[in-house]
Nanobody, 125 residues
Framework: QVRLVESGGGLVEAGGSLRLSCSASGRTYSRDAMAWFRRASGKGREFIAAIRWNGDNTLYGDSMKGRFTISRDSTNRTVYLQMNNLSAEDTAVYYC??????????????????WGQGTQVTVSS
């Protein structure tokens, strides 16, 4: 079992930045994938980015690269999402997810085995 806990969400003005954190506990492996998704009101989960604990590569969703940066601290089992130049369209619940040793990084919701409870990000315009 893997437990994921997100933090760092909140209210920010348009153009501002936030950094989300996801702390993982339980059984994890260096090739496990960690990812960030988000779900805006009335929409499905949208893939943002993924990274392995060993950091050998990253993957970003369409239109996510540039303003969003995923990183990890494998020693402390924490994954981060740096979000810059936020707009009202970024308002959503942001989720951290974990997939057990995938062959390749991906953004498919159903492939992820564990999910955090989510953290709300609200961007005021």
């Amino acid at each position: 079992q893997v437990r994921l806990v997100e933090s760092g969400g909140g209210l920010v003005e348009a153009g501002g930045s936030l950094r989300l954190s996801c702390s993982a506990s339980g059984r994890t492996y260096s090739r496990d994938a960690m990812a960030w998704f988000r779900r805006a009101s009335g929409k499905g989960r949208e893939f943002i980015a993924a990274i392995r604990w060993n950091g050998d590569n990253t993957l970003y969703g369409d239109s996510m690269k540039g303003r969003f940066t995923i990183s990890r601290d494998s020693t402390n089992r924490t994954v981060y999402l740096q979000m810059n130049n936020l707009s009202a369209e970024d308002t959503a619940v942001y989720y951290c997810a974990s997939e057990l040793t995938p062959v390749s990084l991906n953004g498919y919701v159903r492939r992820y085995n564990y999910w955090g409870q989510g953290t709300q990000v609200t961007v005021s315009s």
